[in-house]
């Protein structure tokens, strides 16, 4: 009964997560000065803070997608400023580089720079990743930090500033072009070139894509999260250019931030979508974060609209559009947290005879917080994982790394993958990426059958966890270059697929001489 009491004291203790701040003791050390660039969606506030970052003399960029920090990776190597890139599935070291642009998870909060560049900062309160943005905001070690996002975060920034005293500048952004709601769409032969349907299922979307080509002539691309970042901006590219043939987008809330697209009118089929566990309708955030993406400065359509189909939406939903687009976004008033790898490792050792799952399982159900901070699903995540490979001889910092792998664990092929690798790990010197026979056929193409996008779009998430695992185990991963050949060659296929409706060139030309 005393060794109990001993131990639920440990408990209390060890998961006391209380003044996240102290835990980055490099930031703390510095007299940050942060500067937060807040505004709308095509407002500007994100490219004066990469011009500083340009012409610092060392610094960071951390973002949401592996496609921004791409963006931010080319664009200072197009401006002779050496960078190197950082995310889950590819590392690249360039020589004499100073700076680094990564996804926001692969923030280096043990170096020193000059200025870090944290964008869509507002994602702190994101239910999944927010623990990745606070870790940034706390952790990030520059003496200019900058903040860029809408301004939902202000006032959450404005406390966690003041209560690690530190410097805070506020640089409100005004939207480059006008935004404005106009009349619901009342048949899709009313679509024209620049307009981009909303959908919130991979399944609507692509029912969606068959009925705008078949109804209307016109050839859309398809923008949504399970695609490959790769053929999300081939999707882009071929949408933005005048004389590809391809006039519409359909595409999920993926658009939301990370590709640069010249939209018209953003035309949402419904107004409520399923986010995990209910169907809801949109909040004023989304519909601005979404919405806003219509009308690009610079761009063929410098002003934009946003609007619905009439079909799916009553005069409620059109008038809660409405006035969404005339609101500022909801604030945020909590950002998300996950104990450090440091903090698990000592509830391990004071309990040893918790499995690691367990372990996760009591910062679940005994944390103690500031008001200020609530806890991410991620730590579910970890939960789940962990008791898949719950019986395999790994240490607590391996059941860590593969427990954090990017796995849907909606998707049961991704999950048994993992167990697989996690298998192989323990019982053998290497780990093979193993694709099934049929898989191997559809690669040399001599599978015979049509093979689905879906299962495509699988077989490249698959690949992606092995080549994250293999940069954390190199030397039991050996198959990173193949992996990536496959990558390659899956995107392709899927990129092929996604072009059955490409016109030819016969109809591109038309398509020309019509403008």
């Not at 500067?35 to 960029?61: I, M, Q, R």
């Not at 008038?319 to 903090?343: M, N, V, Y």
Request: with cysteine.
């Amino acid at each position: 009964m005393h060794q109990s009491k001993e131990v639920n004291n440990d408990v209390v203790a060890l998961t006391d997560l209380r003044g996240p701040s102290q835990w980055y003791p490099l930031a703390r050390s510095m007299k940050r000065h942060i500067v937060f660039h807040c505004g709308p969606t095509n407002s500007g506030k994100t490219h004066g803070a990469l011009v500083d970052l340009e012409k610092a003399d060392c610094g960071l960029y951390a973002g949401p997608l592996r496609l921004l920090a791409w963006q931010v990776y080319k664009r200072l190597q197009g401006n002779a400023v050496p960078c190197d890139l950082r995310t889950g599935q590819e590392i690249i070291d360039t020589p004499f580089a100073r700076h680094k642009s990564a996804t926001v998870e692969m923030t280096d909060v043990n170096s020193e720079v000059e200025v870090a560049v944290i964008d869509e900062i507002q994602m702190v309160g994101d239910p999944d990743r927010g623990h990745a943005f606070t870790r940034a905001l706390l952790g990030a070690p520059a003496q200019t930090v900058y903040l860029c996002g809408d301004t939902s975060a202000t006032s959450l920034i404005e406390e966690i500033c003041e209560i690690n005293d530190e410097q805070l500048t506020i640089i409100p952004h005004q939207r480059l072009g006008t935004l404005s709601f106009s009349s619901p769409v009342r048949s899709l032969k009313q679509l024209s070139r620049g307009d981009c349907l909303i959908c919130f299922s991979r399944h609507s979307i692509h029912e969606m894509k068959k009925r705008v080509e078949r109804e209307t002539g016109l050839k859309a691309c398809v923008v949504y999260g399970s695609l490959p970042p790769q053929a999300r901006q081939a999707q882009a590219t071929l949408f933005n250019d005048p004389d590809s043939g391809f006039d519409i987008l359909i595409a999920s809330d993926a658009i939301g931030m990370g590709l640069n697209l010249h939209i018209k009118r953003i035309i949402f089929t419904s107004l409520r979508k399923f986010d995990g566990q209910e169907t809801r309708r949109l909040t004023v955030s989304e519909v601005l974060q979404i919405g806003g993406r219509a009308g690009r400065y610079g761009s063929e359509f410098p002003t934009g609209e946003v609007t619905c189909l009439e079909a799916s939406a009553n005069e409620d939903d059109v008038d809660f559009l409405r006035e969404a687009l005339k609101s500022k976004p909801t604030a945020i008033e909590q950002a998300g947290l996950t104990p450090e790898f440091s903090a698990i490792q000592q509830l391990s050792e004071a309990i040893p005879n918790l499995d690691y799952h367990e372990v996760i399982r009591q910062f679940q159900h005994h944390s103690t917080l500031d008001g200020l901070f609530f806890m991410t699903a991620k730590l579910q995540d970890l939960i789940e994982l962990g008791e898949a490979i719950q019986q395999l001889p790994l240490t607590l910092n391996q059941r860590h790394t593969f427990a954090m792998a990017p796995v849907d664990l909606r998707t049961r092929s991704q999950v048994k993958k993992l167990i697989s690798f996690a298998r192989q790990f323990t019982s053998h010197s290497s780990v093979a990426l193993d694709l099934d026979p049929a898989v191997e056929a559809i690669l040399r193409g001599t599978s015979g059958r049509p093979v689905p996008l879906e299962d495509l779009e699988e077989l490249a998430a698959v690949v992606d966890i092995y080549i994250w695992l293999a940069y954390r185990f190199p030397r039991e991963f050996r198959e990173m270059e193949y992996a990536d050949v496959v990558r390659q060659q899956i995107v392709q296929m899927i990129h092929d697929k996604l072009l059955i409706s490409a016109p030819d060139k016969f109809k591109r030309q038309k398509h020309r001489r019509r403008r």
